[in-house]
């Protein structure tokens, strides 16, 4: 089969590799498409050596249709739509015990700590497949993974009926947590960020959407303004590395302020900078701080709301390039990252 093997950091190259052969318990996944997500982008340079070592095959977001089904394997047919949990837990850890698999302390991840999806083919145990219905788009089935960690921010923050919501990051992160909150609530949600094109893409594709560009007005006046002074229930800060803002707070200390008493903000932003905040400020409302990693059994509900047609997939999708063109890819959304949300490869 043809894979995307990164040979060396920057250096992509498509080549015959030997064909994953399913094994007794195993599925065997002729992938369709796979999404290139932030983390790949990392990757790709050398960011995660040595928790990657090349010659690998990235790529953890993806989907594909069953080719062949393993000894043992019950519940799974060869022509099955499914998407790729690419997230492997250990199980033994005192987190696993406790059943909190994304604290998981050697948590583990098809694409990062071993070979991915960036390949015609991959054969994986059944419990990392999710079925999706028939008529699902072979393109949205790639995107599970990534609406998996919006609607598992939301389960965290525990979105419900009636809340007001303020995201921070209208990246792809932010635009999966507030199509997840669009399911859970019909309360006024508000995207905060300082690209046109994100913000432009938020309102045309979701209901009851406020978008704010912090560069022409203080999200958090703005916010205050449209609540009556109260502040929203949950705020959602998916920055990470913040751009500086003239005579606006950073993203996390942002979202606090936005919130009513009693309220939850939920951080997703992965940065190695200290990001200051006042505790004051939480103090006096009771507020809650809440962190959300990875996802956590959500595929199964990112299923069901894509099979109903009542995600927009579409929003997210910037670009579609066949999959022996990755290197051009990569170099692409590396040139240009603000302009693209997600860029599928085209493996079939
Ligand atoms: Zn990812
Ligand atoms: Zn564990």
Same mark, same amino acid.
């Given at each position: 089969?043809?894979?995307?093997?990164?040979?060396?950091?920057?250096?992509?190259?498509?080549?015959?590799?030997?064909?994953?052969?399913?094994?007794? $318990?195993? !599925?065997?996944?002729? &992938?369709?498409? /796979?999404?290139?997500?932030? =983390?790949?982008?990392? @990757? %790709?340079?050398? #960011?995660?050596?040595?928790?990657?070592?090349?010659?690998?095959?990235?790529?953890?977001?993806?989907?594909?249709?069953?080719?062949?089904?393993?000894?043992?394997?019950?519940?799974?047919?060869?022509?099955?739509?499914?998407?790729?949990?690419?997230?492997?837990?250990?199980?033994?850890?005192?987190?696993?015990?406790?059943?909190?698999?994304?604290?998981?302390?050697?948590?583990?991840?098809?694409?990062?700590?071993?070979?991915?999806?960036?390949?015609?083919?991959?054969?994986?145990?059944?419990?990392?497949?999710?079925?999706?219905?028939?008529?699902?788009?072979?393109?949205?089935?790639?995107?599970?993974?990534?609406?998996?960690?919006?609607?598992?921010?939301?389960?965290?923050?525990?979105?419900?009926?009636?809340?007001?919501?303020?995201?921070?990051?209208? $990246?792809? !992160?932010?635009?999966? &947590?507030?199509? /997840?909150?669009?399911?859970? =609530?019909?309360?006024? @949600? %508000?995207?905060? #960020?300082?690209?046109?094109?994100?913000?432009?893409?938020?309102?045309?594709?979701?209901?009851?959407?406020?978008?704010?560009?912090?560069?022409?007005?203080?999200?958090?006046?703005?916010?205050?303004?449209?609540?009556?002074?109260?502040?929203?229930?949950?705020?959602?800060?998916?920055?990470?590395?913040?751009?500086?803002?003239?005579?606006?707070?950073?993203?996390?200390?942002?979202?606090?302020?936005?919130?009513?008493?009693?309220?939850?903000?939920?951080?997703?932003?992965?940065?190695?900078?200290?990001?200051?905040?006042?505790?004051?400020?939480?103090?006096?409302?009771?507020?809650?701080?809440?962190?959300?990693?990875?996802?956590?059994?959500?595929?199964?509900?990112?299923?069901?709301?894509?099979?109903?047609?009542?995600?927009?997939?579409?929003?997210?999708?910037?670009?579609?390039?066949?999959?022996?063109?990755?290197?051009?890819?990569?170099?692409?959304?590396?040139?240009?990252?603000?302009?693209?949300?997600?860029?599928?490869?085209?493996?079939?």
């Amino acid at each position: 089969m043809k894979a995307a093997v990164l040979e060396t950091y920057n250096n992509f190259v498509w080549k015959d590799v030997p064909s994953p052969v399913v094994t007794k $318990g195993e !599925v065997l996944v002729r &992938i369709k498409f /796979a999404s290139i997500c932030g =983390t790949d982008m990392h @990757i %790709f340079p050398g #960011d995660f050596h040595p928790r990657t070592s090349i010659p690998f095959i990235p790529g953890h977001e993806m989907g594909g249709v069953v080719e062949s089904v393993g000894e043992g394997v019950t519940g799974f047919e060869q022509g099955d739509k499914v998407a790729i949990d690419p997230i492997i837990w250990c199980n033994d850890c005192p987190a696993c015990k406790r059943k909190h698999y994304p604290a998981c302390t050697s948590l583990k991840l098809l694409g990062v700590d071993m070979d991915g999806g960036f390949a015609e083919k991959i054969s994986v145990p059944p419990h990392m497949l999710f079925k999706t219905a028939p008529h699902l788009l072979d393109e949205h089935v790639a995107l599970v993974e990534i609406y998996g960690i919006g609607f598992h921010a939301n389960n965290r923050a525990k979105t419900k009926e009636g809340d007001t919501i303020a995201i921070w990051g209208g $990246g792809r !992160v932010g635009q999966v &947590i507030l199509q /997840a909150a669009r399911t859970k =609530t019909k309360g006024t @949600i %508000f995207l905060v #960020d300082p690209l046109e094109n994100r913000l432009e893409i938020a309102s045309k594709y979701n209901d009851n959407v406020v978008i704010i560009n912090p560069k022409k007005e203080n999200p958090v006046d703005a916010i205050k303004a449209h609540t009556n002074g109260q502040g929203v229930d949950i705020a959602f800060e998916a920055v990470g590395h913040a751009e500086d803002i003239e005579g606006v707070y950073t993203p996390i200390r942002s979202a606090i302020q936005s919130l009513r008493g009693g309220g939850k903000v939920c951080v997703l932003g992965l940065s190695d900078e200290p990001a200051p905040i006042v505790f004051k400020e939480l103090i006096w409302k009771e507020a809650q701080i809440i962190t959300s990693r990875v996802s956590d059994g959500e595929f199964t509900e990112v299923i069901n709301y894509l099979n109903a047609g009542v995600l927009k997939p579409d929003a997210l999708i910037s670009k579609v390039m066949p999959g022996s063109q990755i290197q051009k890819a990569f170099e692409l959304v590396q040139k240009e990252k603000e302009k693209y949300l997600k860029v599928l490869l085209d493996f079939s």
